[in-house]
């Protein structure tokens, strides 16, 4: 270990300092105290600003030199269109063509549909990034081919870095499907409609200078107002702001392999015969095949035995509007919709809530309600026998996804991974995960299709289910199972020197790195 | 003069110190340029409050204590309850139990039913009031009774002094008539409704410590959230924490007067005849007899002439809600109801968008829709022959109004003053207001029922109402005639040496002052 690391609590060796800035190792779970204050914007003045209230700007180029773009700045942008963003390439073409140098792009999330940002990283427009990269950035990234070190928050902790000041956002960028010339904006209308611009509302808040990009102007006042004009400087009209057969998820396809329905079912039985699903529970369930189909298996299992939801958080589908719509809930609290369904919901009925990270996963708060969630059912790419979990690194090292609000779900009451045992022939459980991003003491069910592993620490779990059918195993046994069926545990992959990114805790500090492939 | 004092550029001699603080004189409209960053709450961290969200507290003395009140702390409170607040009392009832000396109350407004503060403020408990003070309370400052200088600002004023840092809330308490116990909470629902919680925005947000008070404990998630639990540390639960009966304003009456009628009708007819009423248009009045009799006449000319507005500003009242309800309006951006049927449209129909000061009001913002607002009607106790008016004493010098949002709606496109020209036999039009709230040069209109007077510096709004059958009149020859009828000008006031009460200019400037009287 090289003098520029130190071992944070769970025995991960992480940079001690990131960029240039000195960084906190992990310390254990609810150990690091914050202090000092939030971060304070400057007081603006409404005599600098148009009082009829049009804020409109030429263009997109126009508005960045209004905005005093400057070699260096840090500029946002959100993931609300995923696959379909047209936004964030557009921002950094034109700073490219403003001639501007070593720009951080801090995006909410970024995707494949952003790969023309490889060419800004490589002529030195852009330095670094912070912020998931899904696909062929982080692909890059795990190259060791972006200069700066790339930095992976949760949703939850992006909010948090932003509020506490650790990053400043010069410009932010907020692409939105509707919008007035004042800079009131929302998701749930127009034809790049998303549904929520939640991702982006930090951004308004603390931002120096932002911006509000949409293809569909309409005149004041822009209901909802998800983003407040009274943040905005400009506004900027795009022919198209984003690819609506995109906007929707890829993700949200429900899975037909016989295992992962298994999986799934299995689950949505541990909730029941644990005694978690009971009226007025709420449930968490994200938008990947098996996390579909467990929320169907959970919608009957609720429907046979009369049980209401208090509360369903989503990333919303059509399957979660359809239990709102069927009275088995009695709220969507929604941080993004994922389909059609989920945007029509959130625009039409008021009991299906849009939320911020601030509402649902802002560790540096006064509570958040993720952690009053009953049970929460996520992913992950590997997980270990101490139940510590990974979910941006494949097994062969490389850095393919982004962390999203999974840490931050952590938080919830149960904890439930459905996993397969084996992917492509390799083993899901594993001694060590190749990259830690959330601690076992936080994860407490594993259901794979040879079983279900309950974390020991939770005896009031392992009572609960005493007697029912599940397949309860020690999690060392499915794991010696998997591993004679491979012929063995996954090999580990072999790594460079260089830290290319790393990986924060919903509370800002380090809790693990990825380093240079091959 | 004395030394302590300064005259601003509207030759107003005010203090130059607030209780010890120093204070800008008004330099003129939009002259005065904020520096520095808005107010910096500390960073909280989720490690501290409940994991399950239950931050119920036994009452409001165990949370004042929690909250570790201490000497010379500033707590506030809101006025949606108008008259029929009961959790003003509650608190200094609460804090004088534990022994608290010299704290100051920074309400939103106060009322004639806190009357009982003025024990607290004989007792040492509260050092002063920073608020509106109207009826009781503003006549016992006025006497020259309260210790510290009273400070009014607008509605607007007080989000800015609170954001930028120069009114710092130690402990909030938000009376809020359905919340849960995580703290989320609106006004929309519950014994106590009152429609929403605006004024109350800026405190949750910056506060060190914030208190919700509710009589309608629901689960999680109380939906709408009009305040964030994010933002909220304790939840109390009392009795009642208002007077359904008193939290309807008193002044939604419909004037009967013939002479105001003419007036109200007068103004609709310039608002048409100027061609303001138009298609698209908006508009605002408030609440008083008059400007109510105005949006019905205005409302029957849009009917008559096929005229859709895109908003109307609230102060809702059953006569906007039918406007709303019947196409006569695109939306309501309402500040507070002051009826049950402002309540219930509200939370009905998403087209009655509840607003905040930081929305509608705050100077120091990035605009605020004030400013475009195309016709304003508002009332005043005197305007002067150069248009500056006076909303706060009167004529008598007394102190017994609140600024309300008027200073900030002077930002809208054409501001009119319907006033009777005689008050108990006063004249209302004078040589020199007795405390100057709003500068002449944002006033157009004054609508009498001796005639209409334009200011001259609108030569637009003369230019378009020229061949009109409307009395349009110099204001000099308005005034020479009422004071013809009246027997002479009014009595100048006599007045103490001792500064009573500041009065705050929008962007946090001192315009004027008030004395002692008798």
């Known amino acids: 270990m090289s003098l520029n690391h130190v071992h944070n609590s769970l025995g991960r060796a992480v940079p001690a300092q990131i960029n240039g800035q000195p960084a906190v190792p992990f310390q254990g779970l609810g150990k690091y105290k914050p202090a000092g204050e939030k ?9 600098d600003y148009p009082a009829d209230g049009n804020k409109v700007a030429a263009d997109l180029a126009t508005a960045l030199k209004n905005a005093g773009l400057r070699d260096g700045m840090t500029l946002s942008t959100h993931h609300h269109f995923r696959n379909g963003d047209k936004v964030g390439n557009a921002v950094f073409e034109a700073a490219a063509a403003l001639g501007a140098k070593e720009l951080r792009w801090f995006p909410s999330a970024s995707f494949p549909c952003h790969a023309p940002i490889l060419e800004h990283l490589e002529n030195h427009v852009i330095h670094h990034i912070e912020g998931s990269m899904n696909g062929p950035l982080g692909d890059y990234c795990s190259q060791g081919k ?31 499907p509707t919008a007035d010339a004042f800079g009131n904006c929302n998701g749930v209308t127009g034809p790049s409609a998303c549904g929520l611009l939640g991702f982006a509302l930090v951004d308004s808040i603390y931002a120096d200078h932002v911006i509000v990009v949409t293809d569909n102007l309409i005149p004041f006042p822009c209901i909802p107002w998800q983003i407040q004009g009274n943040n905005v400087d400009q506004v900027v009209v795009m022919d198209s702001i984003g690819d609506p057969s995109k906007i929707v998820s890829g993700t949200t396809q429900l899975t037909r392999s016989p295992d992962r329905l298994l999986i799934a079912e299995m689950t949505a039985r541990f909730v029941r015969e644990a005694g978690i699903m009971q009226d007025g529970f709420s449930f968490q369930a994200g938008a990947g095949g098996t996390a579909l189909a467990f929320a169907i ?79 929460v059912v996520l992913g992950a790419t590997e997980v270990d026998v101490d139940f510590n979990a990974n979910v941006v690194t494949h097994s062969d090292g490389r850095l393919l996804h982004g962390i999203g609000g999974w840490q931050n779900c952590l938080a919830g009451r149960c ?70 069926m491979c012929g063995g545990p996954p090999a580990v992959p072999k790594f460079g020197e260089k830290v290319v990114a790393a990986i924060k805790w919903v509370d800002g500090t380090v809790i693990d790195c990825v380093r240079q492939v091959g």
Chains 1, 2 share one sequence.
């Open 297 to 375: 298996y959970l919608k009957e299992m609720m429907r046979e035995s009369g049980v209401k939801a208090r509360f369903i958080r989503g990333g919303s589908t059509k399957y979660l509007v359809q239990m709102l719509e069927e009275g088995l809930t009695d709220y969507i609290l929604d941080g993004q919709t994922f389909d059609l369904d989920g945007v029509r919901s959130m625009r039409d009925n008021p009991n299906h809530q849009d939320t911020s990270p601030f509402t649902s996963y802002n560790y540096h708060g006064k509570g958040c309600f993720a952690s009053f969630i009953d049970a």
């Open 146 to 176: 972006m200069r700066g070190m790339g930095v992976l928050r949760s949703h939850g902790g992006r909010w948090q870095a932003v509020q506490d000041g650790e990053v400043h956002i010069d410009i932010a960028v907020i692409a939105a």
């Open 39 to 47: 971060a304070a914007p400057p007081v603006r003045t409404c005599a």
């Open 415 to 484: 904890v439930i991974l459905p996993i397969p045992a084996v992917r492509d022939r390799i083993p899901v459980i594993v001694d060590r995960v190749t990259t830690l991003c959330g601690p076992g003491e936080l994860i407490d069910v594993i259901v794979t299709e040879r079983g279900i592993a309950i974390n020991p620490r939770r005896s009031d779990l392992i009572d609960a289910v005493k007697g029912s059918k599940l397949p309860i195993r020690p999690i060392q046994d499915i794991k010696a199972e998997i591993d004679a």
